[in-house]
């Protein structure tokens, strides 16, 4: 029987499949019966799963990440789709086919790597031109930038997506720093290649999307900064270092990429080529979250249930296009 997908699962389907399971918890009702409350996900998008009257002995069978066969029924909770299952077994990973399971860009891996290498190629300062080389020629690691996701949920959150999100963003840039000269282009460029580089350490994503230790520890900002430190002193030792102001400009576009505190930014934008980094992060994050929160919406009405992160409802049925 062919795998049941997340995307085509509707309200009170029931459902008997297969389905990748993350970051189960055991939690407690108003009245004290225990539940579970997990992500299923399979390449097509995720759902919650909650499991009620549960026993400690059940959940201790789970894994933290892992395949699971589930029988349970689908049903619309606050606008979202979630299952209610009924009965779980875990199943070996070699059972299942990983490609059914993890989401992966649709985008032309090779040519957008290829695009984003000869963008970079824009960078005519001497010293960023070869830290940004020093990062281009570790293969294992662009490897790993090729593959990452950008981010668990948000947005980009498939194999694949750090790429696609990166490749974006200097495409944007690249459009409109023409309109900005006083804005340090190599900055920019360099800012924008860097800014998520450390998604590849912080995140794990060879069977499922997590984090790793290191990344809950010290998160991609962090990280970030001492690869580029690491690095930094590497090509210094080889005769071509990056001016030390320069540096220093590059590792707050680092840090204050998010733009705000609440956000996770250390620092706030404080220089131009900041600002507009941050602002294409955003852009790019946001209409990607968009398009795929209308695309992938389960209900039937012309606008989607309330999304918290962006506080609003979204439309989901514009003018054709032209």
Known sequence: MSHLFIKDITAGM???????VTQPV??????????IAMYLSDCTGRMNGRMWQVTQQLYAQLPTEGF????GKSELYQGSMQMVVNDIQVIEPEQVSLSDYLPRTDKDVAGMFRETKEMLLAIEDAGLKSLVDEFLSDV??????????????MHHSYLGGLL???????KVASAVLPRYPKVRPGLVLAGIFLHDIAKTCEMSY???FGYTDQGQLLGHIVQAVQMISKRADIIAQKGTPVDSQTLDCLLHIIVSHHGRYEFGSPKLPAIPEAVMVNYIDDLDAKMNQVTNLIDNDPGNSNWTGYIRALETKLYKNPPAAE
């Not at 029931?14 to 990748?20: F, T």
């Not at 699971?68 to 029988?71: F, H, S, T």
């Not at 696609?164 to 200097?170: G, I, Q, S, Y």
């Open 140 to 153: 294992e690691l662009m490897r790993q930038f090729c593959t990452a996701p950008a981010a668990m949920q």
């Open 206 to 208: 060879k069977m499922a």
């Open 26 to 35: 055991l939690r407690n009702t108003t009245r004290g019966d225990l539940y």
């Open 164 to 170: 696609e999100h990166t490749h974006n963003m200097l």
């Open 14 to 20: 029931q459902v008997n499949d297969i389905y990748m």
């Open 68 to 71: 699971v066969q589930i029988r």
